[in-house]
């Protein structure tokens, strides 16, 4: 059970660009970081708006000549200081994470960004190259990924309890693009502009958890072909989708289905994972993250709750809250937080026995995504045909 014990020797002094006052992920990013005192938050460039940003820097209880207008002024008057950052987390639209990324690496900084990644696997691969020469970490916030439950599934899987893995079937779906984008703000009119979002809109934004979460559940099953539909229901969004069917043939003979969509008009937002072997299933959903439903042909269904002592060690080791209380995605994130910074400690140290069994979502798992992402495309744009997965 994670109880706030020191795991890393110091804090690892962080920086933010992005996050900031008007920003939708800023404040999970710093719940996640600031739970544990892995991480001390010392600069940032958390707005376009200089003056804005550095106002909000100061509110956090940064020093004002440390709250930077751009994130190219951060990386350099950063690295002129004894005490600069040593790791960025990057919280901006996606047509930005490739060069703040890049740049950051180049300055010796580690970097923990947003998903998906990048807006092609290339640009993932250079990345990898690029970390690897540089001796740093790239973590990626697949934030749902943390909860002690997602973990106990990847267990029962492993351990034969489902037996062979036969359906895949998940969904994110939520209904507030249900509405056209009159009057929409800055973050639902980036999403859905090719320029800033990159190939995707639902598929990219949420679609990624769904497929990354799986990764974890299934590392043993890899997709070899797949076949995406999708649409925008309201045109101006086209080409990109506010919804999307995928359906996917595994290596091991099993049929995956991912619905993901925004559309989903009275949904307030919701994920629902389901996974079937032979012998059993398990299902998990994020609006009730403290149960996992567990179902035995034959048997009685079971309600597992998170902390309790018959569960896998995999997800006892990661609970924070304990079987009487609700744990939540603050929790997951702090999870998730936590790992990376476990990583980038241990990079530091030139500790590379310790990253070959350390679960944390890395750049491989970026690239993933992107490779996904990539394939969905070719077949939606191909007119929603099977494509080989590659």
Known sequence: MINGERTISRPLRWGMVGGGRTGQVGYKHRTGALRDGTYQLVAGAFDLDAERGRDFGVNLGLEADRCYATYQELITEEAARED?????????????????????????????????????????????????????????????????????MAAMVKKGMLGDIRIVDMQYTHGFNSGDDVGAGEAVKW?????????????????????????IVLPHMKIEKLLCDRKAFIPTRAPLEDHATVLMHYDNGARGRIWVSSVDAGNMGSQRYRFVGSKASVEWSDSRPDQLIYEVQGEPNRTLHHGMPYLEEESLAIDR??????????DSWSNIYLWIAQAIDAKNRGDEAFLKTHHYPGIKAGTEGVRWLENCVRSADAGSVWVDFK
Do not use: W
Not at 191 to 215: C, M, Q
Not at 324 to 329: D, I, M, P, R, V
């Open 84 to 152: 600069g950052v040593e790791v960025v987390s990057i919280a901006t639209p996606n047509f930005t994470h490739y060069e703040i990324t890049k740049a950051s690496l180049e300055a010796g900084l580690h970097v923990i960004c947003e998903k998906p990644l990048f807006f092609t696997v290339a640009e993932c691969k250079e990345i990898e190259r690029l970390a690897e020469e540089k001796g740093l970490i790239v973590g990626v916030t697949y934030g749902f990924t943390g909860h002690p439950l997602v973990h106990q």
């Open 191 to 215: 999403r859905t502009n090719p320029k800033s979002a990159g190939p995707t809109f639902v598929l990219g934004d949420i679609g990624t958890h769904l497929y990354y979460l799986s990764e």
């Open 321 to 330: 809250m304990g079987a009487l209380h609700t744990e939540g995605l603050g």
